[in-house]
């Protein structure tokens, strides 16, 4: 009797160790996004990643309980097709620029992580955490200084509409050596307009401080980063 409680708590406990090891990986990997307040952020990798885990034991599972009959990759494999729709979702597109594909590649890559520790590869798991992270850590500041390519980043004016009005902006965002890429206008009546910059900011301003130097307009009334969407 002893001897079968004493394997249901260590059964029990190797289950929870995975779960909590899937846990913890998906959010290394997503703490990544969350700091760049992308769509799937922390908690998402997480559950990716800790359901991908239990779906690869359940399978396992399965197959020790009812033998050869089963396929016990059959269910995990869903996983690899369900995790597409789910990046899809966070894919977004703005004019010709797409993006969130590296955090839909993300997610893609914690259900892998989950599914191999679902299965009992740490050791895989563990290389592809780390690769992941240099990858998303590292390289995103290598890209920055080899290629100096600038993320381009949004921000909403609300303001009088009034002549001359988008001119002072663009002077301003000129003077602070912002690139406007796109804009938007929105009129939102009472002699008020809605606009939406598309910019890229160089490395010495920031969008806080572009949105207050925004705001010290004349006839500004509120500057925010809620988006109106580039289609």
Request: charged share 15%; hydrophobic share 50%.
């Amino acid at each position: 009797m002893n001897f079968l409680v004493d394997n249901l708590i260590t059964e029990y406990l190797y289950i929870g160790i995975r779960l909590l090891l899937a846990a913890i990986c998906g959010g290394l990997v997503g703490l990544e996004r969350e700091t760049r307040n992308r769509p799937a952020g922390l908690r998402t990798h997480m559950l990716v990643c800790v359901g991908s885990a239990l779906i690869m034991m359940v399978s396992t599972h399965i197959y020790a309980l009812f033998g050869s009959v089963n396929d016990p990759g059959r269910i995990a494999a869903q996983v690899v097709t369900g995790i597409g729709f789910l990046g899809a979702g966070t894919i977004i597109r703005q004019g010709n620029i797409v993006r969130g594909l590296t955090t839909a590649a993300g997610l893609w890559v914690v259900s892998g992580i989950g599914l191999a520790i679902g299965v009992g590869f740490y050791f895989g798991a563990f290389i592809t955490v780390v690769l992941a992270l240099l990858i998303l850590f590292l390289l995103r500041w290598v890209e920055g200084k080899i290629f100096a390519r600038g993320e381009y980043e949004n921000v909403v004016v609300e303001m009088k509409d009034m002549p001359g009005q988008i001119g002072k902006i663009g002077t301003l965002m000129g003077n602070l050596g912002v690139n406007i890429r796109n804009v938007i206008i929105e009129d939102k009546g009472e002699d008020t307009v809605i606009i939406e910059f598309q910019v890229t900011l160089p490395s010495h301003i920031s969008r806080n401080r572009l949105m207050v130097e925004l705001s010290q307009l004349d006839e500004v009334i509120k500057v925010s980063e809620q988006t109106l969407g580039f289609i």
